[in-house]
């Protein structure tokens, strides 16, 4: 008599396969590519791939090419020395983010991770979602994947959006290196997938390196201007009082590209029935054309900034919205209401008085446009409509003619520097860093590596929004995820009703600069918190020396002063805060400490080889530390002079303050 067999069994797994291990482990770090993976593993075998068992055992993967030809993608003989092998070409062990091109059955990315270090990252990058799961299926990864080291980038998943996502919170570390890894039978079947990705992840280097780049140029400038700021920043209202101000209602965002001469002249027909946000460069030739934007943006840190503002007119009534970063020198010169954004660093400044309820913030932009972006979403609009926004060297111009930049340029002009000649002057300087790129018809074109960064910026929030956005420039650099349209048509499909008279923020209290002698008094506990973190880096520092050259000959002597450094690094620990506002002072020595501790990972080093890395890391830190608590209490007593003078009721009454003036709005 037969045996009955029970058929609602046959796609029951066993509990150790490995496909529930990697999927259990994969809903944890990638939900939705688990989903996805469970989705077509649910739709049967697939007939052009195939598992089989090498000559070693371990087995290989087969896959079907779309001429019918049949391609081993590991050794039919051993795939893990096939894998070391490939490993092996990797610099692992002074580099800490990877990328592998192609997943096949996973030997060659086991290998580079147990090669690298136990913080580095690894992305990887595979064409077709088919072949993850056969990998899964065959081989347990769970424990690379519990790592949370190890990130999979599957065919749609790998776009630019996703991709620029994913990797821009590993850019420090992708400037130590980003090494790759090139599985090659992929390659071969996917040749276009595989070709595409490199090419974005070139880009992602060159976004990386120029925003890693600012950070470290532009770090003690960003710290120096907001401190110097503060007073600003406690006395305007916050960027919360306009969300939502123009929900549903259009917005143009006019930047000072050269394509501007072309178009500029229909903005007339979007005067109020478009919410208009200038740049700064633009905002005085749209006053001259009788044209009042409803918002200004600035972030610049120069005080040259302050020559857009100058002929403003008084009773303007276009909102400035700005980063607190941006030079003293546009608050003074701006005639109009004023809105800073929140900004971490100032409260932290100003944490016993920091702002209630706290400031509204803004996602962080590289230039004014991309804040004016992110000003156009914080206020509901849509479209989001951009002119003037070129990215790049359209006609040989790299600015509008008759922006604010002729009057700080005109000083040069002359019989041999005509505004031409400037122009083009300014563009040849980083002909170095010039590249091709496709313009809005699709036309050769050239930009910099600057502008590129900006335009991938753009790009990768065109790609996340819901919002419409229309490029409306009629010239300057191609934008994915922006619909190219004539501002003239623009306008007319999408600016027909007006909008309301009353301007956000309108009859709402004005500058509060009773705060003042709040922001005096968190200087002050800055300033002593600063003198102790200086006394503690001198008091440490002969003790790191002390420990570096006896740590191989008189261990008792090294313990004691271990013993002494440890109390003074529990006095450190209660200073934190502030620690971390004097690091914004010297970011080019946290990154070389965020490098060295990663190098040392990296090195796998041991014992007395390790500590002696780690205790000479530690010297150049704490001499860094020192230097900068002492540079932040200049800084300090700089700023606590000039706002002491400013709360003088006889110094605010007969003479114009150092730090911020009175505006119209103060009580």
């Not at 050769?444 to 900006?454: A, G, N, Q, S, V």
């Not at 929004?465 to 009629?474: G, M, V, W």
């Not at 150049?620 to 800084?635: P, T, W, Y």
């Amino acid at each position: 008599m037969p045996i009955p067999v029970d058929l609602s069994d046959r796609f029951v797994l066993p509990a150790d396969a490995p496909w529930l291990r990697n999927l259990a482990a994969l809903w944890a770090v990638q939900p939705k590519l688990a989903a996805e993976l469970e989705t077509i593993d649910a739709g049967g075998a697939d007939p052009s791939l195939a598992v089989e068992p090498s000559k070693s055992g371990p087995p290989t993967l087969l896959a079907r090419t779309a001429d019918g030809k049949t391609v081993a993608l590991h050794s039919r003989y051993d795939p893990f020395g096939e894998a070391r092998r490939l490993a092996e070409g990797v610099k692992a062990e002074s580099c800490v983010v990877f990328y592998v091109l192609g997943m096949g059955l996973g030997y060659h990315v086991e290998a580079l991770f147990d090669a690298a270090s136990a913080e580095a990252m690894h992305f990887v990058f595979e064409a077709d979602a088919r072949v993850l799961c056969a990998a899964l299926r065959a081989r347990d990864y769970s424990r690379l994947i519990d790592s949370g080291r190890v990130c999979f980038m599957v065919g749609r998943g790998a776009e630019k959006s996703e991709l620029f996502t994913r990797l821009t919170p590993y850019a420090a570390m992708c400037s130590m290196g980003f090494e790759g890894l090139v599985h090659a039978p992929s390659l071969g079947l996917h040749p276009a997938f595989y070709k595409q990705t490199q090419d974005l992840l070139t880009e992602f280097v060159s976004f990386g390196r120029t925003c890693l780049t600012t950070l470290l140029v532009n770090g003690r400038r960003t710290a120096e201007n907001i401190t110097r700021n503060l007073a600003w920043y406690a006395a305007t209202p916050s960027v919360l009082d306009l969300g939502s101000a123009y929900k549903g209602r259009p917005a143009i965002i006019v930047s000072a590209g050269p394509s501007l001469r072309k178009n500029k002249q229909f903005l007339k027909d979007a005067d109020g029935k478009a919410v208009i946000i200038a740049v700064q460069t633009i905002l005085q030739p749209l006053i001259e054309m009788g044209i009042e934007p409803q918002f200004v943006t600035a972030l610049d840190y120069h005080d040259i900034s302050a020559r857009y503002y100058e002929k403003l007119p008084a009773d303007l009534k276009t909102r400035l919205v700005a980063e607190p970063k941006a030079s003293n020198a546009i608050f003074e010169a701006f005639p109009g209401p004023v809105t800073i954004l929140g900004n971490d660093y100032a409260d932290k400044l100003m944490r016993e008085n920091a702002p209630q309820p706290a400031k509204g913030r803004l996602l962080s932009g590289s230039t004014v446009a991309h804040l004016a972006y992110y000003l156009a979403e914080h206020l509901g609009c849509d479209p989001i409509i951009f002119v003037g926004q070129d990215l790049g060297f359209g006609d040989g111009l790299a600015y509008a003619p008759g922006t604010n930049i002729d009057d700080v340029w005109r000083p040069e002009f002359g019989r041999f520097c005509t505004p031409e000649m400037r122009q083009w002057e300014f563009i040849a300087r980083d002909r170095k860093l010039l590249r091709k790129i496709p313009d809005f018809q699709g036309r050769p074109m050239y930009t910099e590596e600057r502008l590129f960064t900006y335009l991938q910026q753009f790009e990768r929030d065109f790609l996340r929004t819901k919002t419409r956005i229309i490029d409306a420039t009629e010239g300057g650099a191609a934008k994915r995820g922006a619909v190219v349209m004539p501002l003239a048509d623009a306008i007319r499909e999408f600016c027909k009703e007006p909008l309301p008279a009353e301007r956000p923020g309108d009859g709402k209290p004005g500058m509060q600069w009773l705060r003042t002698s709040q922001c005096v008094a968190s200087l002050q506990a800055r300033r002593e918190e600063a003198r102790e973190i200086e006394m503690v880096s001198r008091d440490t520092l002969p003790l790191l020396e002390e420990i570096r050259n006896h740590l191989a000959d008189d261990q008792p002597r090294v313990n004691r002063a271990i013993a002494r450094v440890d109390a003074l690094r529990a006095r450190m620990d209660g200073l934190g805060p502030t620690y971390d506002l004097i690091t914004q002072l010297t970011q080019v020595t946290e990154l070389q400490r965020f490098q060295n501790d990663r190098k040392i990972t990296a090195a796998k080093l041991t014992g007395e080889a390790l500590q002696k890395r780690q205790i000479e890391r530690d010297v150049e830190n704490v001499k860094a530390v020192g230097q900068a608590a002492r540079e932040f209490q200049k800084l300090m007593e700089d700023v606590i002079g000039r706002l002491t003078a400013f709360t003088d009721p006889e110094a605010a009454r007969y003479a114009k303050p150092a730090g911020p003036a009175p505006s119209k709005e103060a009580a």
